[in-house]
């Protein structure tokens, strides 16, 4: 039987009941494969277009607002998301600094032919409601999706 690869894992979003300020957040851990692909190619800005576009119609769509900036921060103009936010007080989902740490020292492998995989982790940031958990869900969803796609078919 074939193994089955993901591109990303996102454990369900179950709070406890009352779950309260920040009690709604979850990880989602990303293919390194695809990390390192998203942060090696250049975002062009027709893309970086798209990205706000179809963003701001998923957060207007859990909200019923417009949302004012971007929801999709990218790292040094490469395809890879840094964080993505939504409506909320500093509400996030963002790269964790031991995988910001490990794109520098992968470098440093992959130059000298001795790449070990390793997981991309995002973590989350005052998520305090389920409807805030849903929309940047879906806004990675989103991003994840349109990225493998585009990359692996460049």
């Given at each position: 039987?074939?193994?089955?690869k993901?591109?990303?894992?996102?454990?369900?979003?179950?709070?406890?009941?009352n779950?309260?300020v920040?009690?709604?957040?979850?990880?989602?851990?990303?293919?390194s494969?695809?990390?390192?692909?998203?942060r090696?190619?250049?975002?062009?800005?027709?893309?970086?277009?798209?990205?706000?576009e179809?963003?701001?119609?998923?957060?207007?769509?859990?909200?019923?607002?417009?949302?004012?900036?971007?929801?999709?921060?990218?790292?040094?103009?490469?395809?890879?998301?840094?964080?993505i936010c939504?409506?909320?007080?500093?509400?996030?989902?963002?790269?964790?600094?031991?995988?910001i740490?490990?794109?520098?020292?992968?470098?440093?492998?992959?130059?000298?032919?001795?790449?070990?995989?390793?997981?991309?982790?995002y973590?989350?940031?005052?998520?305090?409601?389920?409807q805030?958990?849903?929309?940047l869900?879906?806004?990675?969803?989103?991003?994840?999706?349109?990225?493998?796609?585009?990359l692996?078919?460049?």
């Amino acid at each position: 039987m074939e193994e089955i690869k993901y591109i990303y894992e996102i454990p369900a979003i179950i709070p406890l009941e009352n779950a309260g300020v920040g009690g709604y957040g979850f990880n989602v851990n990303l293919d390194s494969k695809l990390g390192i692909k998203a942060r090696e190619k250049i975002i062009d800005k027709k893309i970086l277009s798209h990205f706000k576009e179809e963003g701001s119609k998923i957060v207007k769509s859990f909200f019923g607002k417009k949302f004012g900036m971007n929801p999709y921060l990218f790292v040094e103009n490469s395809w890879l998301v840094h964080a993505i936010c939504v409506p909320g007080d500093a509400c996030d989902l963002s790269l964790s600094e031991n995988s910001i740490r490990d794109f520098i020292s992968d470098w440093e492998k992959v130059k000298i032919g001795k790449y070990i995989p390793f997981s991309v982790h995002y973590f989350p940031h005052n998520v305090d409601s389920f409807q805030q958990a849903q929309c940047l869900r879906e806004l990675f969803l989103q991003w994840a999706n349109v990225t493998n796609s585009c990359l692996n078919y460049d």
